[in-house]
């Protein structure tokens, strides 16, 4: 098993970086993977189906979030119980885990399939495009718990210390997947369903791989009978902790729908920019939440071992990476925010340019704070104390929101405002988390977890 990492001994600032790096590697590769294929769809079929595929999207999410909530909270759950070297527990942690993502998935696949058009026009999606829509969206949850296995997986490795594996079934899931849009998209002409079916047997592909893989290289994971083990106690406590994760991510993507809404008010121009540089921004925050995975995984596996002082330790080499990263990405921002804009838009297009360039040079200015609060929700997630990271999210998309509404459309500052929103956002999260850290760091080192 030779990927597998207890990082509850040994080096602290290499291990976290090699565990980064994949982790990196695999959210950037997504990333560009999820533009081509619109770009596949966007150019062979036309405007409705890229609207179709497009429009399915907050359907699929309510899934994925629930998928990757659960995996995420099992994933910590997994990491504790590998660091304290119980791995009975993990093993049932893990089947349990297993059956009722499966479980899930497989009842939601049903629901959606039958309840597709209806769920559309819910959400008001135009008559013109429901039923290519309609047609994907069925698909697609026909594979819903090919998604499922391939999070659980991935999650389940990670909580090991294994984070080069699941970025090698990612890239063999994306690079089949866009040769099959190639295939059955571009070639054979087969529109909105060709490119679902491209999707569902590219992931059942990553599935069969990855579960290949693991009876062969994974010994820890060989359960045998053991997989249909199911313990309801654990259940619960998964569930509590994936929810918790759940419910982050739906209030980071009401929050941007919010803004999205605002920003619609002002034209034509900064819908663009703005677009443009949220593209920016993924690119540049990616790194600075993967980071804060890693220190999940860290102090989750120490916090299961017993080890305060490391704790302590891995948190400060972790907040010292998220501070030479964020220094790096301002210079770049700074120093080539004119061609970066200059990517998204033609000469035609004259007045994008220079609003993005206000933003990305304003924002990069204040990447360090979102370094910071990344690597504190990091360390709580860790700790088991996702509740402060919901909060924290909540409490950072209220302050965006509001600021959004004061600054751009109260006092019209311009697009730079938002800029300015984002910075009050992650003032408000940060004078919420500190002293919660500061009490939580002294609790470690007096009375331990």
């Known amino acids: 098993m030779a990927q597998k990492r207890d990082m509850t001994e040994g080096k602290i600032a290499l291990p976290l970086v090699e565990f980064t790096v994949p982790l990196v590697l695999g959210n950037l590769f997504q990333l560009t993977y999820n533009a081509v294929d619109s770009v596949i769809v966007g150019r062979y079929v036309g405007e409705r189906a890229l609207a179709a595929v497009g429009t399915s999207a907050p359907l699929m999410n309510i899934a994925l979030l629930f998928i990757s909530g659960l995996c995420m909270g099992a994933g910590i759950l997994m990491s504790a119980q590998y660091g304290s070297r119980d791995y009975e527990l993990l093993s049932r942690q893990i089947s349990t885990t297993f059956l009722a993502g499966c479980g899930f998935s497989l009842v939601f696949s049903l629901l959606t399939i039958l309840l597709a058009e209806p769920l559309l026009r819910l959400i008001q999606v135009p008559e013109a495009v429901i039923g290519e829509a309609g047609t994907y969206l069925r698909i697609i949850f026909l594979g819903i718990l090919f998604t499922f296995i391939y999070n659980f997986l991935a999650n389940t490795l990670r909580a090991l210390g294994d984070s080069r594996t699941p970025l090698y079934f990612l890239i063999i899931s994306a690079v089949l997947n866009i040769f099959g849009d190639l295939l059955l998209v571009a070639a054979l002409r087969l529109g909105v369903p060709g490119s679902a079916v491209s999707t569902v047997v590219s992931e059942a592909v990553c599935c069969l791989l990855c579960g290949v893989y693991i ?13 249909l083990t199911f313990d309801k106690k654990l259940l619960g406590r998964t569930i509590s902790y994936g929810s918790t994760s759940a419910l982050q991510q739906v209030c980071l993507q009401v929050g941007k729908t919010m803004i999205q809404a605002m920003v619609n008010t002002q034209g034509v121009s900064m819908m663009a920019a703005f677009t443009a540089v949220n593209r920016v921004d993924d690119f540049a925050y990616t790194p600075q939440q993967n980071i804060g995975h890693a220190m999940t995984t860290f102090i989750a596996q120490n916090k299961g071992a017993g080890h305060r002082e490391r704790i302590k330790r891995g948190f400060r080499v972790g907040i010292t990476i998220e501070i030479i990263y964020s220094v790096v990405i301002c210079l770049v921002i700074l120093l080539g925010a004119p061609v970066i804009m200059g990517l998204f838009t033609g000469a035609e297009d004259a007045q994008v340019v220079p609003l993005g360039v206000s933003y990305l040079r304003g924002i990069a200015l204040m990447y360090l704070l979102p370094g910071f609060t990344n690597g504190i929700q990091g ?26 509404w004061v600054l751009l459309l109260v006092l019209s500052l311009g697009f730079v405002s938002l800029a300015w929103a984002n910075f009050a956002g992650w003032i408000v999260m ?20």
Do not use: H, I
């Open 430 to 449: 940060l004078l919420f988390e500190v002293p919660l850290l500061g009490r939580r760091l002294r609790g470690v080192a007096e009375a331990g977890d």
């Open 215 to 227: 009876s062969r290289k994974v010994p820890l994971l060989k359960l045998g009978k053991g997989w």
């Open 379 to 404: 360390f709580f997630r860790g700790m088991g104390d996702l509740k402060v990271t919901l909060y924290s999210t909540f409490m950072n998309m209220l302050g965006r929101v509001a600021a959004v």
